[in-house]
């Protein structure tokens, strides 16, 4: 079965560094979602990545899919204390599922003034 | 406003006790799911839904059940049978029938154990 590491757990940066957390499948996925949990929040979508080598922008933040279509990162320029949050991508294989996403254990992101 | 309502935010449970958390959408989703969220990880799927009177078994349902009896709504039941239960509860729902939708949580609900 499709198996999804993602890697760092845990991140510390100075305010203004810049931040990049990975999601690895040991599968070929059809498609990628990010989404983003505030501390003591709920987890919001962030965007969905579908295409091989596709790159998507929003403001600071640089979202890439592989050309294997088996790891994904996002990347955040210049972190911000607004950035504070763990961030979660969703894999899907391409076996199917359905609607059910199964969620990476996620890159908890710290930032200090 | 359309959303995805929780309740209660926080909810105890005595030993031996089923307890039901309610989730609410006014999305016009069809689908919905509930998820558990241990501290420090990730979101596991508990069950859920593509349409009114049907849901699946998710990947930790055992110890838990779900109704689907109307489309805006998909309660939750902890039961006795659930022996960790507590957990942050997360409930979400999608358009479904597209897999690429994007899906949205409710603000959760914090279970404890008296």
């Known amino acids: 079965g499709q198996q999804v590491m993602q890697i760092p757990q845990y991140q510390h940066v100075q305010e203004g560094e810049d931040f990049t957390t990975y999601c690895n499948s040991s599968?070929?996925?059809?498609?990628i979602q990010w989404y983003k949990q505030r501390p003591g929040g709920h987890p919001v979508f962030l965007i969905q990545?579908?295409?091989?080598?596709e790159v998507k922008k929003q403001k600071r933040l640089t979202f890439q899919f592989g050309e294997a279509k088996k790891n994904s990162s996002l990347h955040i320029t210049a972190t911000q204390t607004t950035d504070v949050g763990t961030y979660f991508c969703a894999p899907r294989g391409v076996t199917g599922g359905g609607n059910k996403l199964t969620f990476g254990t996620g890159t908890q992101l710290k930032v200090e003034l | 406003d359309g959303g995805i309502t929780q309740s209660p935010k926080y909810l105890f449970r005595k030993e031996g006790q089923n307890v039901t958390l309610s989730c609410e959408q006014n999305?016009?989703?069809?689908?919905m799911y509930w998820y558990r969220q241990d501290p420090g990880q990730g979101l596991r799927l508990i069950y859920y839904?593509?349409?009114?009177?049907?849901?699946q078994k998710g990947d930790i349902a055992e110890g838990y059940s779900v109704s689907r009896e109307k489309k805006e709504s998909f309660p939750l039941t902890v039961t006795s049978a659930q022996k960790n239960p507590t957990a942050f509860y997360l409930c979400?729902?999608?358009?479904?029938?597209?897999?690429?939708?994007?899906?949205?949580f409710g603000d959760g609900t914090r279970l404890s154990i008296l």
């Open positions: 990545l579908v295409k091989s080598g």
């Open positions: 599968t070929t996925l059809s498609n």
């Open positions: 999305l016009n989703h069809d689908a």
């Open positions: 839904s593509q349409i009114v009177n049907d849901f």
């Open positions: 979400a729902s999608s358009i479904t029938g597209a897999p690429n939708q994007p899906q949205h």
